[in-house]
Nanobody
């Protein structure tokens, strides 16, 4: 069982930056694909970005492309989400998820095996 803990959320003004972290309890995490998702109040969960086990493949939602960067440090069992040029519409709880399958084999990111509880990001205008 892999436990995921997100951190780095907070309040920021529009145009600002935050870096979120997703830390895992098990070393096997470094072999897992990892995704970031977000859920705003009253809205459905939304895919944000994903990264392969070695960082060689990344995917982004169109809404964050060019502003957010997903990366990982397997020596630290941690995946990051660098968020720049933040907008009020980026306000949400951000969650990370992990899956042992190769990222190219994951058809439905929302079905990833392990999920964290999330960290709140609030962007004020």
């Amino acid at each position: 069982q892999v436990q995921l803990v997100e951190s780095g959320g907070g309040w920021v003004q529009a145009g600002g930056s935050l870096r979120l972290s997703c830390a895992a309890s098990e070393r096997t995490f470094r072999t897992y694909a990892v995704g970031w998702f977000r859920q705003a109040p009253g809205k459905e969960r939304e895919f944000v970005a994903a990264i392969s086990w070695n960082g060689g493949i990344t995917y982004y939602a169109d809404s964050v492309k060019g502003r957010f960067t997903i990366s990982r440090d397997n020596a630290k069992n941690t995946v990051y989400l660098q968020m720049n040029s933040l907008k009020p519409e980026d306000t949400a709880v951000y969650l990370c998820a992990a899956d042992p399958r190769h990222i190219a084999l994951i058809v439905d990111y929302y079905g990833m095996d392990y999920w964290g509880k999330g960290t709140l990001v609030t962007v004020s205008s």
